[in-house]
């Protein structure tokens, strides 16, 4: 049992390391404030990010493209389904298709065989906390959206 403790406690901390994206560009923050936490690798800032400030985005990479979209935006009490791409070759932020889904925080993303995934997540209309069990897959070169049908497991555009 004290090794169990242990390992959940390390995975806690892992966890706890997360980050965040603000209206200045990426950050890593910890669970706690005077963590002393050195990160390895060599860190430097990029452009910034060209979007509303959020919480509770996602993300995925895919060719080398980072792309980064939905999430809540606390200042205007909104919740977002844009979406934006980051070019490291040129260090710039580039709109993208917004996210046709109904609009997110928290939801899950990433990348599988070239394309990107998005869903779950909650709505947070009304104050309330809805979950959603929707899954939309992202198509980089068409820059399109497809939905992912629950109960017939077809793919069918939206």
């Not at 390390?10 to 950050?27: A, E, H, I, P």
């Not at 298709?97 to 070239?114: C, W």
Request: proline share 5%; glycine share 12%.
């Amino acid at each position: 049992m004290h090794k169990i403790k242990i390992k959940m406690r390390r995975l806690l901390l892992l966890t706890c390391t997360m980050m965040v994206l603000g209206g200045t560009g990426f950050y890593i923050t910890s669970c706690n404030p005077s963590s002393s936490t050195t990160l390895p690798g060599s860190w430097g800032k990029i452009g910034d990010f060209a979007g509303i400030p959020r919480d509770g985005a996602v993300g995925f990479v895919i060719n080398n493209i980072a792309y980064v979209g939905t999430g809540f935006n606390y200042s205007s009490n909104k919740q977002l389904q844009d979406f934006w791409k980051y070019d490291p070759s040129n260090d710039s932020w580039y709109p993208v298709a917004a996210f046709p889904g109904e609009a997110r925080t928290g939801a899950v993303a990433f990348t599988l065989n070239g394309f990107g995934y998005v869903g779950l997540g909650y709505n947070l209309a009304l104050g309330s906390t809805n979950p959603l069990s929707d899954f939309w897959k992202f198509d980089p070169s068409a820059g399109t959206y497809r939905y992912m049908d629950a109960n017939s497991r077809l793919w069918v555009y939206r």
